[in-house]
């Protein structure tokens, strides 16, 4: 299966801030690369598809680019319903699908 | 408006049988995958498989093969996640979504989740 590996785990921003997350593919995955955002007690929700795409009704502050094994999200002004966990998923390779571990963003 | 409503929490023991729905509703149930993911206590997301209601086609994760059962009945639009015999290590969230067109697409709506805890 393929590995994906996001860093960090784990960071403190402010609103505002500028953030840039990043996932790596233990192999060749194309564009065929989604972010999602999961906040507490709520099922995830689709950012971004083909890398790049911005899924309907997602904000243009957030962006995606990327392909082949390294791919960034990038939260261009953070505001405070951004604080949450996101995931990337390749769905290359199947199966599975496999998702990265996520990358909890939290208030400064 | 395209919507997934996942049946409610449940509490069994280790050895009980359980079998959780996923009813879909806005859209036409059979043109379209449908996946089941695991989140454990804490943790992040897993892929467990995949099925395509209009033929019941599925593809499971190797994680999951021969732990858990996907199945669909088109006639009520509505997937299922089952297991046979629980364990406490199946104590997770679980959550159904669909794809967004074919197998290699991301998944564009998620259902609410359903919290299964299994405990003596």
């Known amino acids: 299966a393929i590995r994906m590996t996001q860093s960090p785990s784990s960071f403190s921003a402010s609103t505002g801030d500028r953030v840039t997350i990043t996932c790596r593919a233990s192999?060749?995955?194309?564009?065929?690369l989604a972010w999602y955002q999961q906040k507490p007690g709520k099922a995830p929700k689709l950012l971004i598809y083909?890398?790049?795409t911005l899924q309907s009704g997602v904000p243009s502050r957030f962006s995606g680019s990327g392909s082949g094994t390294d791919f960034t999200l990038t939260i261009s002004c953070l505001q405070s319903e951004d604080f949450a966990t996101y995931y990337c998923?390749?769905?290359?390779?199947?199966?599975?699908?496999?998702f990265g571990q996520g990358t909890k963003l939290e208030i400064k | 408006e395209v919507q997934l409503v996942q049946s409610g929490t449940e509490v069994k023991k280790p050895g009980e049988s359980l079998h959780i729905s996923c009813k879909a509703s806005?859209?036409?149930?059979?043109?379209?995958?449908i996946a089941w993911v695991r989140q454990l206590p804490g943790k992040g997301l897993e892929w467990m498989g995949i099925?395509?209601?209009?033929?019941?086609?599925?593809r499971y994760s190797p994680s999951f093969q021969g732990q858990v059962t996907i199945s669909a009945d088109k006639s009520i639009n509505t997937a299922y996640l089952q297991w046979s015999s629980l364990k406490a290590s199946d104590t997770a969230m679980y959550y159904c979504?669909?794809?967004?067109?074919?197998?290699?697409?991301?998944?564009?709506?998620w259902g609410q989740g359903t919290l299964v805890t299994v405990s003596s």
């Open positions: 979504a669909r794809l967004r067109e074919a197998t290699n697409t991301p998944f564009d709506y």
């Open positions: 806005g859209y036409n149930f059979t043109s379209y995958w």
């Open positions: 099925i395509y209601p209009d033929d019941s086609d599925t």
């Open positions: 192999q060749g995955i194309s564009s065929y």
């Open positions: 083909a890398a790049s």
């Open positions: 998923q390749q769905y290359y390779s199947y199966p599975p699908y496999t």
